[in-house]
């Protein structure tokens, strides 16, 4: 059974940065595509960030440039930095086993000065 904890959110100012984790649990791990997606209140759940088991990255429009998905398959963990936060950025982010369709709990940032 596939489990996925993330962690690394938090209260930060517009401008600042944040590193976000995802570990994997119960699965071979490297080969999986791994998403990074989030929910702002009252919207829908969006991809930010994908990355293929050969290390192919996929970012949505809306971060390129800010945010940079990677994976260390020997730690089971994919990362997501977020560099330039805006308060738009603000939402819970959650990780994904694309693969299996396996989500973790969510962890909340907030951009706010």
């Known amino acids: 059974q596939v489990h996925l904890a993330e962690s690394g959110g938090g209260l930060v100012q517009p401008g600042g940065s944040l590193r976000l984790s995802c570990a994997a649990s119960g699965s071979i791990f490297s080969v999986y595509i791994m998403g990074w997606y989030r929910q702002a209140p009252g919207k829908q759940r969006e991809l930010v960030a994908s990355?293929?088991?050969?290390?192919?990255?996929n970012i949505a429009n809306s971060v390129k440039g800010r945010f940079t998905i990677s994976r260390d398959n020997a730690k089971n963990t994919v990362y997501l930095q977020m560099n330039s936060l805006k308060p738009e950025d603000t939402a819970v982010y959650y990780c994904?086993?694309?693969?299996?369709?396996?989500w973790g709990q969510g962890t909340l940032v907030t951009v706010s000065s």
């Open positions: 994904q086993n694309v693969n299996l369709g396996v």
């Open positions: 990355i293929s088991n050969s290390g192919s990255t």
